[in-house]
């Protein structure tokens, strides 16, 4: 059973930092490109980064470029989100996602993307 877990969440002031964790399991993982995403109230999920199987090819949202660096460690099966200069529209559920990478799909587009984490709150205040 593929499982992925989010921690690291939680309420920062506007400046701060926060690091999100995403442990992987019940898959192998060097074989997936892994990515966060979130979701504020009543908006869309949206695309933050992504990060190949390789560990080498990323990308980001042009909205946190700058502040927010995706990173994997093969062996720990963990893909993190370093997250500075936290802002207050940042204030989302973060969403840990798996896609294969045999699977063409865009890195930004949701669809692509076949596992899910629960996800974990970050709060941004003023």
């Known amino acids: 059973q593929v499982r992925l877990v989010e921690s690291g969440g939680g309420l920062v002031q506007a400046g701060g930092s926060l690091r999100l964790s995403c442990a992987a399991s019940?898959?192998?993982?060097?074989?997936?490109?892994m990515a966060w995403f979130r979701q504020a109230p009543g908006m869309e999920r949206e695309f933050v980064a992504a990060?190949?199987?390789?560990?080498?090819?990323?990308d980001a949202a042009d909205s946190v470029k700058g502040r927010f660096t995706i990173s994997r460690d093969d062996v720990k099966t963990t893909v993190y989100l370093q997250m500075n200069n936290l802002k207050p529209e940042d204030t989302a559920v973060y969403y840990c996602?798996?896609?294969?990478?045999?699977?063409?799909?865009?890195?930004?587009?949701?669809?692509?993307?076949?596992?899910w984490g629960q996800g974990t709150q970050v709060t941004v205040s003023s």
């Open positions: 996602a798996a896609k294969l990478r045999v699977n063409g799909g865009p890195l930004a587009r949701t669809g692509s993307y076949r596992y």
């Open positions: 019940g898959l192998t993982f060097s074989g997936y490109d």
């Open positions: 990060i190949m199987w390789t560990g080498v090819t990323r």
